[in-house]
């Protein structure tokens, strides 16, 4: 199983980025997949999850309601997260993760950094 993630990089405050997770090795639909982000200096956290299948349950954290939007094309075995209004405080490394049952699965991490 791989999970790559892409679309990090640095951008200023107030704009916008949208990663992407391809993965492979699985069937992708039976997965519910979720965004994590680990902030230089502090544990991993939970972002953004979405159910399997049609992706009917999306899940968020306080921190990037409104401002995040996670989605998924079972099509393209990819999982996306969508944000807008990027604060310095949103500057993580962001990982994807698949998870079916007691299987859990972690892409590599992409680095986003916000300037003020």
């Known amino acids: 199983v791989q999970l790559q993630a892409s679309g990090g990089g640095l951008v200023q405050a107030g704009g916008s980025l949208r990663l992407a997770c391809v993965a492979s090795g699985l069937t992708f639909s039976r997965y519910a997949m979720a965004w994590y982000r680990q902030p230089p200096g502090k544990q991993r956290e939970l972002v953004a999850s979405?159910?399997?299948?049609?992706?009917?349950?999306?899940n968020y954290a306080d921190s990037v309601k409104g401002r995040f939007t996670i989605s998924r094309d079972n099509a393209k075995n990819t999982v996306y997260l969508q944000m807008n209004s990027l604060k310095p405080e949103d500057t993580a490394v962001y990982y994807c993760?698949?998870?079916?049952?007691?299987?859990?699965?972690w892409g590599q991490g992409t680095l986003v950094t916000v300037s003020s």
């Open positions: 979405i159910g399997s299948g049609g992706g009917g349950s999306r």
């Open positions: 993760n698949a998870e079916r049952n007691v299987r859990s699965y």
